[in-house]
Nanobody, 120 residues
Framework: QVRVVESGGGLVQAGGSLRLSCAVS????????MGWYRQAPGKQRELVAT???????NYADSMKGRFTISRDNAKNTVYLQMNSLKPEDTAVYYC??????????????WGKGTLVTVSS
């Protein structure tokens, strides 16, 4: 089985920073893409950023400049550094990974999310 576990969420004041982590474990042949999405109350889930195993990065336009995605392939972990946080960044942040499992079958797996709350 493959596990995807996010951490690092919490309560922060506007203007503050948080660093989210997402660790992947289990029977994995290869991790391809890793990414962050978020879902605010009453809204649809939206892209934050993605990063491939060759570290090609894509950001949603509204996230550019404040958020930075990175990954440590040795640790099977992806990070999201969030700076200058705003109340509208309040959401559950989800990690999505695209993998090849131990049988080389492709799978997309979501984590359960971590809540980020930004107070004004």
């Amino acid at each position: 089985q493959v596990r995807v576990v996010e951490s690092g969420g919490g309560l922060v004041q506007a203007g503050g920073s948080l660093r989210l982590s997402c660790a992947v474990s289990g029977s994995i042949f290869r991790i391809n893409s890793m990414g962050w999405y978020r879902q605010a109350p009453g809204k649809q889930r939206e892209l934050v950023a993605t990063i491939t195993n060759s570290k090609i990065i894509n950001y949603a336009d509204s996230m550019k400049g404040r958020f930075t995605i990175s990954r440590d392939n040795a640790k099977n972990t992806v990070y999201l550094q969030m700076n200058s946080l705003k109340p509208e960044d309040t959401a559950v942040y989800y990690c999505l990974v695209g993998i090849r499992d131990s049988l080389n079958a492709p799978m997309d797996i979501w984590g359960k999310g971590t809540l980020v709350t930004v107070s004004s």
